[in-house]
């Protein structure tokens, strides 16, 4: 079992950054991929990024590639999405979520922490 938890969000203009955080109770946090997701508002969930159980891989939706970053910290149980040059697009409920290296489901999600990049 993993629970997450993610903080970090809040208000920030156009152009500014945040660093959202995801912290993972359990002993098991590095046997799992971490996705970051969100959802606006009317929309459909949507991906944002992935980073592999050590951190050595990540991948990106094209929305958000080469302004967000995603790195994680196994000591610290913590997954991180930096998110740089907002815009008020990337408006939205973030989540992260774990899957376990071995599969591609992800089967457990945070509660969400909101974003609202104003014009």
């Known amino acids: 079992q993993v629970q997450l938890v993610e903080s970090g969000g809040g208000l920030v203009q156009a152009g500014g950054s945040l660093r959202l955080s995801c912290a993972a109770s359990?002993?098991?946090?590095?046997?799992?991929?971490m996705g970051w997701f969100r959802q606006a508002p009317g929309k459909e969930r949507e991906f944002v990024g992935v980073i592999n159980w050590s951190g050595g891989s990540t991948y990106y939706a094209d929305s958000v590639k080469g302004r967000f970053t995603i790195a994680r910290d196994n000591a610290k149980n913590t997954v991180y999405l930096q998110m740089n040059s907002l815009k008020p697009e990337d408006t939205a409920v973030y989540y992260c979520?774990?899957?376990?290296?071995?599969?591609?489901?992800?089967?457990?999600w945070g509660q969400g922490t909101q974003v609202t990049v104003s014009s």
């Open positions: 979520a774990a899957k376990h290296y071995t599969d591609t489901l992800y089967i457990y």
């Open positions: 359990g002993r098991t946090f590095s046997s799992y991929g």
